[in-house]
């Protein structure tokens, strides 16, 4: 059994490898979901953010541990 952490929320990687989950991704992107849920990318002032489902990459903020 792994002990690595996952997430099933997807996350969102920016053009800087950012890597947020949907309550990580500021205000923005959090406006950007409400207003289309079912987008694969959304671009917001501050970024340009793209959907990533594959599951094993972690939320920076949720799992700090994983930078690196
Ligand atoms: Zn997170």
């Given at each position: 059994?792994?002990?690595q952490p996952t997430t099933k929320a997807r996350v969102w990687i920016d053009?800087?490898?950012l890597?947020?989950?949907d309550k990580h991704g500021g205000r923005y992107l959090a406006a950007a979901i409400a207003a289309h849920p079912?987008?694969?990318e959304h671009i917001t002032?501050?970024?340009h953010?793209?959907?990533?489902d594959e599951g094993d990459i972690p939320c920076e903020t949720c799992y700090p541990m994983h930078i690196g």
């Open positions: 059994m792994s002990t053009e800087g490898g890597v947020a989950c079912r987008k694969r002032p501050r970024s953010w793209i959907r990533y």
